[in-house]
Nanobody, 128 residues
């Protein structure tokens, strides 16, 4: 069973930075996965931040381009999200997600954003 555990959330002032991490366990050796970051603000639907497929190709949601950077350490099965120039509207629960997929990732949106496995999230709060 794939398990995803996020960490690194916290409270920072606008303009600051945070680095989130996601540790994945239970991944099957030899099976390719797409992994990604999503977020959900209070009262809002969950939205995609970005994904990385098994080839290393990264796709960001249009609204996330420029301030967010996804990286992956395959040896450690960890996924990171570097967030810079944070704004109060970035306040949300940030989730790590994954799905078995060879060389592709689901498009953002839709039911569960197409992902099969989800972490419990880490809270990011940005104050003005």
């Amino acid at each position: 069973q794939v398990q995803l555990v996020e960490s690194g959330g916290g409270s920072v002032q606008a303009g600051g930075s945070l680095r989130l991490s996601c540790e994945a366990s239970g991944l099957i050796y030899g099976i390719s996965y797409c992994m990604g970051w999503y977020r959900q603000a209070p009262g809002e639907e969950r939205e995609g931040v970005g994904t990385i497929d098994s080839t290393g190709r990264i796709t960001y949601a249009d609204s996330m381009k420029g301030r967010f950077t996804i990286s992956k350490d395959n040896a450690k099965n960890t996924l990171a999200l570097q967030m810079n120039s944070l704004k109060p509207e970035d306040t949300a629960m940030y989730y790590c997600a994954a799905i078995q997929a060879n060389g592709w990732c689901p498009k953002f949106g839709g039911r569960s954003n197409g992902m099969a496995y989800w972490g419990k999230g880490t809270l990011v709060t940005i104050s003005s």
